[in-house]
């Protein structure tokens, strides 16, 4: 942001920023405003993905399973506020389902395969083969068109009219590079995505070429920052420690007071926002919650609060972490 704007410090863009640009609001740029939009390169679809023991084979019956079981299906994802995140809020939003989210700092494929979670939006090429050797079910792909790889996927917008979501990514300049070094980055970056064997490399790692002017690219980076703006401050509910409703924003990073141990050294039960202890899944970030505080406890570490049946159980002692 703060380098000379001579066309030399380029920065690797990605749908993530425009994300973070709406979910932290703390930070000491705008990205929408301090950035020059030089070229897009590549747009990544993502596809939604089950665990076989989720008794839908198709969107709709997806969509009414978690509409008939609302708060039982847990949603992984990379972390609050991430792309798999907020693709799921967004579904969440559209569809009018309640899932509860599971944010994962390492691997959530281990728990996805084994059923503690039943449900994740992510990009296609890591799942590929899992949903050709039925170990995971494709219900959907999240961009506005079928994909060649998975040809007989539809698409969420298919059910959920107006869904899409896709991933994306580009280079960008600090603001106030001259017109002429971006018109050149753009013209070599665009030469070089008309390469054929750039362009096979792109789309045997499951994305598609994007070539845009920087005029374009720039739009499509604040029509993201504003739709993703619209999601993350998007009302839900959760159990206070008064015991009763309060709103909350789905995606505003704020710690996850999840709940209480539910049998193993890592299981942990999630409650849902209605305040309803739901399925006991693996908490990725095997950290200890004071539920009631909605803050993680740094000294309590064997403490945790989940209320039970819409009302407070009190804090339950757990076994101290080794």
């Known amino acids: 942001m703060r380098a000379p704007p001579d066309g030399y410090t380029l920065l690797f863009v990605t749908a993530t920023n425009a994300i973070n640009h709406t979910v932290y609001s703390n930070l000491s740029f705008n990205f929408v405003r301090d950035i020059a939009p030089v070229a897009g390169t590549i747009r990544v679809p993502f596809v939604m993905v089950v665990n076989p023991s989720v008794p839908a084979k198709t ?17 992984a994802s990379s972390g609050t506020g991430s792309i798999p995140h907020v693709y799921g809020e967004l579904f969440k939003a559209m569809a009018g389902v309640d899932m509860v989210h599971v944010p994962y700092r390492g691997n959530p494929f281990p728990d ?22 039925d170990k995971l079910r494709a219900l959907a792909v999240t961009t506005a068109t079928r994909q060649e790889v998975l040809p007989d996927i539809p698409t969420v917008g298919e059910f959920v009219p107006g869904y899409e979501a896709s991933a994306w990514q580009g280079i960008g300049a600090p603001k106030n590079t001259p017109a002429e070094i971006i018109d050149r980055l753009n013209k070599e970056i665009n030469a070089g995505l008309a390469d054929p064997r750039i ?30 703006g619209k999601v993350s401050e998007r009302p839900t509910s959760r159990w206070n420690n008064r015991g ?47 539920r009631y505080r909605d803050k993680p406890s740094s000294r309590s570490r064997n403490v945790g609060y989940a209320p039970e049946s819409g009302s407070k159980a009190g804090y339950r002692h757990l076994p101290r972490r080794s």
């Open 59 to 75: 969107l709709p019956e997806f969509i009414a399973y978690a509409k008939a079981n609302p708060g039982k299906l847990n949603m």
């Open 244 to 290: 009763s409703l309060e709103a909350r924003y789905s995606i505003t990073p704020r710690p996850q007071a999840l709940a209480a141990q539910a049998g193993g050294a890592n299981d942990l039960v999630h409650v849902d926002g209605s305040g309803c202890v739901a399925k006991p899944v693996r908490h990725p970030c095997r950290r200890w919650v004071n």
């Open 112 to 133: 996805l395969l084994s059923g503690q979670v039943q449900v994740i939006f992510i990009s296609i090429p890591p799942t590929i083969e899992f949903i050709r050797t």
């Open 199 to 228: 362009k096979a490399q792109l789309t045997n790692s499951g994305g598609s070429v994007l070539a845009l002017s920087s005029s374009d690219f720039g739009k499509l980076i604040a029509e993201e920052a504003e739709k993703w």
